[in-house]
């Protein structure tokens, strides 16, 4: 089907609320997306980070189809082994002291009840939260955003502009009191929470804002403000998490403890799902009915999850995408690249001429990256299992790109 087919037919029944690119896939193999021409294509964008496997994993599918064939859904009504299993799996991958798991179906699913928890353990109502950073679109995850930079739609609490409205992801109004902290700004940091603070939430490596990884001194200076202050440390790992920063989580580069983790995106390698990791101290304040969900920790999910933990420590995926950044610091600045910034397989290549020029020009040459909320900050996403052959055929097309491309 041509691509413009496939558009006017979403854009039948579907809200236009996305901006798409010109290809339109029917198949994933491997790391490649495959449209109904043939055409293969070299995933490096991993529909925002939620390939970790790439397409076609044969134990992931296998996982998938097992467990459809056994029992597709139950709910939380009932205990499963399962969601056990699941659970136990991902405590296991993750640092210590985290040992009890939340399991819900997004990103911003794991946001809601991060900040409710923080809330129902403190008895506060105040966040901390760090400028450019966007943690999720739902009503409390989204008072806690503020994307980077001049863009058409700010995630902000402050109100999001358009043309001459203001806005804040469509609603009338903030949920909780929020204090924007400037990035990397250690002074701000150590003063940033006060007796009434319940939480300081912080992507360790800021995703949307183009994969800007957050100075240690300054993500040492929020815990240390957090603890000082008595309120929960929440990092937020839906896009840095599960290995994609060459650690299990980023926030281990700076060596903090947090008191929660949110988690999704990489976590069902397609499948969609995610988690909130909490300390036994932490989930000692939790009683029946202070948290819940329909879809989250549902027999798919849970099957996913455990298949895709398996694969990242069986695979060595962890040091492949530590192995990988390494790589494309070596290689990829070139072209139009000037710099990398982000760690592992959450890169942000900075670009002298826009991101979306260098992206069009690269998908022209069969291989889909992404933009950022920075203009000339072009995003890699990869699966975490993407080989050194692939980073090459990335460092070449850049290089016959070259740096004087049209705007």
């Not at 060596?255 to 976590?267: G, H």
Request: net charge negative; with cysteine; hydrophobic share 45%.
């Amino acid at each position: 089907m041509p691509h413009s087919t496939a558009i006017a037919n979403e854009r039948e029944h579907l809200l236009g609320v996305y901006a798409q690119l010109g290809f339109s896939p029917v198949a994933g193999e491997g790391p490649y997306l495959i449209d109904a021409t043939g055409r293969r294509v070299l995933d490096l964008y991993g529909g925002h980070a939620v390939a970790a496997l790439g397409y076609d994993h044969p134990e992931l599918g296998k996982a998938l189809c097992d467990q459809w064939r056994q029992l597709p859904f139950q709910s939380n009504v009932v205990a499963l082994e399962v969601r056990a299993r699941a659970a136990q799996a991902l405590v296991k991958f993750a640092p210590k002291p985290l040992t009890h798991a939340f399991f819900v179906n997004s990103g911003a699913a794991a946001t809601e009840p991060a900040l409710s928890l923080a809330f129902l353990a403190t008895g506060r109502r105040h966040i901390v939260a760090v400028a450019h950073g966007c943690p999720g679109r739902s009503a409390a995850a989204a008072a806690a955003c503020r994307a980077a930079f001049e863009m058409t739609i700010w995630c902000a609490a402050a109100a999001v502009t358009w043309g001459s409205s203001k806005r804040w992801y469509g609603f009338p109004a903030k949920p909780v009191d929020v204090t924007f902290v400037p990035r990397d700004d250690v002074d701000a940091a150590l003063a940033s929470c006060h007796e009434q603070t319940a939480a300081v939430i912080v992507e360790p490596i800021q995703g949307v804002a183009g994969a800007y990884d957050l100075s240690i001194d300054f993500l040492q200076a929020l815990a240390e403000s957090a603890k000082r202050a008595g309120a929960m440390l929440i990092a937020d790992e839906v896009q840095s998490g599960m290995g994609r920063s060459g650690t299990p989580m980023a926030f281990e580069h700076a060596q903090l403890r947090p008191n929660i983790v949110t988690l999704a995106k990489s976590l069902g390698g397609g499948f969609p799902c995610g988690a909130l990791l909490t300390t036994s101290g932490i989930a000692d304040y939790c009683q029946t009915g202070d948290l819940g969900t329909t879809f989250g920790g549902g027999p798919m999910s849970c099957a996913a999850m455990s298949s895709v933990i398996q694969a990242i420590e069986n695979e060595g995926l962890v040091a492949n995408a530590a192995a990988r950044e390494t790589q494309v610091r070596e290689q990829c600045i070139t072209g139009p690249v000037t710099g990398v910034q982000g760690r592992g397989m959450l890169l942000g290549l900075k670009t002298q001429p826009p991101a979306r020029v260098v992206r069009d020009a690269l998908l022209d040459q069969d291989i889909l990256t992404g933009t950022s909320a920075d203009p000339n900050v072009l995003r890699l996403l990869p699966p975490l299992n993407t080989t050194e052959a692939a980073i090459e055929q990335l460092a070449a097309a850049l290089q016959g790109i070259g740096s004087e491309i049209s705007v």
